[in-house]
């Protein structure tokens, strides 16, 4: 009896850390592109994006670079 | 952005700011997002046309292009009226597609007939009198090719205003 309750909680251990080891964070961004149309010269525009954390661990932005 | 640690489910804005200078063309930009994902990075994507002679854009023109809120006195300046003209042979319904919603309000015609000249008007909300920003908004039209038109919205405070905006004693 004390054999089988062992390998039972061997066994939801294993599947326990598998699936922290399987945890992963997930950037999803809704709308990717965003057209301004006519624009004069010498003007500064801007609009947002939406970010959304879709995966399983906690997302970090770390940097965003000018295209 | 507001946030750079995003807990599972959560979100937050990017606010992707472009500077039209002296270019003359359609340009495209695609600023990369580096997280903890790891690669292949992501990226969002802007398309800009940039126009040398605003006051003959074609099915519309704006008069002014630009809005300006800059406040130099002490008179509050928090709203501009500005015209709409439809230089076009079709009636076009108009719809904001994009604005600073923390920043200001946009009163729109919702269309506009064929070369017919409509009043539209911007007025900044209270919490932001006291701010220098740039920002836009972007509307869009139903024409054949559902032109845009991106109208910039400036202000900037003189130093006195800002610092009779300081509470007393600091």
Redesign the interface.
């Known amino acids: 009896m004390n054999n089988i309750r062992a390998i039972v909680l061997i066994a939801v251990l294993t599947l326990l850390l598998a699936s922290l080891a399987m945890a992963a964070p997930r950037l999803t961004i809704p709308v990717k592109e965003f057209n301004f149309g006519y624009v004069p010269q010498n003007s500064t525009i801007s609009h947002k994006f939406w970010l959304v954390s879709t995966g399983d661990d906690t997302l970090k932005i770390l940097k965003v670079i000018p295209g | ?1 507001l946030k ?21 063309t359609k340009i ?10 790891g690669p292949p990075d ?11 002679r ?1 006051d003959s ?1 074609y099915p519309l023109i704006m008069r002014p ?2 809005i300006d809120l800059s406040q130099l006195g002490s008179k509050v300046i928090d709203k501009m009226s500005f015209e709409i003209r439809n230089v076009s042979d079709e009636d076009l319904k108009i719809k904001l597609i ?1 604005y ?1 919603s923390d920043y200001f309000e946009v009163d729109l015609p919702k269309s506009i007939k064929a070369g017919e000249t409509r009043k539209a008007k911007v007025k900044l909300r209270k919490e932001v009198l006291k701010k220098s920003f ?3 908004f ?1 509307i ?1 039209l139903s024409d054949e090719v559902q ?4 109208i ?1 919205v ?1 202000r900037k405070l003189a130093k006195t205003v800002r610092a009779s905006s300081k509470p007393a004693g600091k």
């Not at chain 2, 032109?147 to 991106?150: E, K, N």
């Open positions: 952005m750079d640690v995003l807990a599972v489910g959560d979100s937050t804005e990017l606010e992707i700011i472009f500077s039209s200078k002296k270019y003359r495209t930009k695609r600023p990369k997002i580096q997280t903890n994902e992501k990226f969002v994507s802007i398309t800009v046309n940039v126009v040398t605003p854009t292009y630009k994009s600073a740039d920002k836009s972007t869009e032109s845009r038109f991106t910039p400036k």
